[in-house]
T-cell receptor, first 114, second 114 residues
């Protein structure tokens, strides 16, 4: 089945540690996105990528980094500089950035501080 | 003013009731609109796109009012399984060429009671 796969489902981070969240899609979508959702809040955009080897900061990029070396993959690293990383992280993809098509989401990663 | 505003609810309605949610957006250049459904601790899932002429999908009807900059979602004959948070999503062109951004409302919570 085509879709977006995020792993792991749950992740714990120690102080000072970087952790990487995986996102893979087999929908042949050009655009990919990372969002953060805090309890009772809407989604906030962290980073997005229009195409391989291109990515742009979203609204809350500080303390995060990404790479887009393959079309299918858009991993997110939560660095030690992100002081409040506990949240629900959602990866999404869409056909491209320049269409009116909706985004489709993976089932998310819950990150907590140890 | 938030870019996309929704009444957080909760809307508590009995089974079989009709319920309507509104969502207002601030950017008149917004071009496409969606309703997503998000169950507790799950990823958002596309419920329906919202077209200028209004559109219906079974018990769900979406309307767009560009002049007043709001979209609505009507659910008829509510089921217990409709209990979820409904996210209003607006796709707005960014100032640089060809790119668009999806902005998510914080969601309206619906609780359908037996």
């Amino acid at each position: 089945d085509g879709g977006i796969t995020q792993s792991p489902k749950y992740l714990f981070r120690k102080e000072g540690q970087n952790v990487t969240l995986s996102c893979e899609q087999n929908l042949n979508h050009d655009a990919m996105y990372w969002y953060r959702q805090d309890p009772g809040q809407g989604l906030r955009l962290i980073y997005y990528s229009q195409i391989v080897n291109d990515f742009q900061k979203g609204d809350i990029a500080e303390g995060y980094s990404v790479s887009r070396e393959k079309k299918e993959s858009f991993p997110l690293t939560v660095t030690s500089a992100q002081k409040n990383p506990t949240a629900f992280y959602l990866c999404a993809s869409s056909i491209s950035l320049s269409t009116n098509q909706p985004q489709h989401f993976g089932d998310g990663t819950r990150l907590s501080i140890l | 003013r938030k870019e996309v505003e929704q009444d957080p609810g909760p809307f508590n309605v009995p089974e079989g009731a009709t319920v309507a949610f509104n969502c207002t957006y601030s950017n008149s250049a917004s071009q496409s609109f969606f309703w997503y459904r998000q169950d507790c601790r799950k990823e958002p899932k596309l419920l329906m796109s919202v077209y200028s002429s209004g559109n219906e999908d079974g018990r769900f009807t979406a309307q767009l009012n560009r002049a007043s900059q709001y979209i609505s979602l009507l659910i008829r004959d509510s089921k217990l399984s409709d209990s979820a948070t409904y996210l209003c999503v607006v796709n707005t062109p960014l100032s640089d060429t060809g790119r668009r951004a999806l902005t998510f409302g914080s969601g309206t919570r619906l609780q359908v009671q037996p």
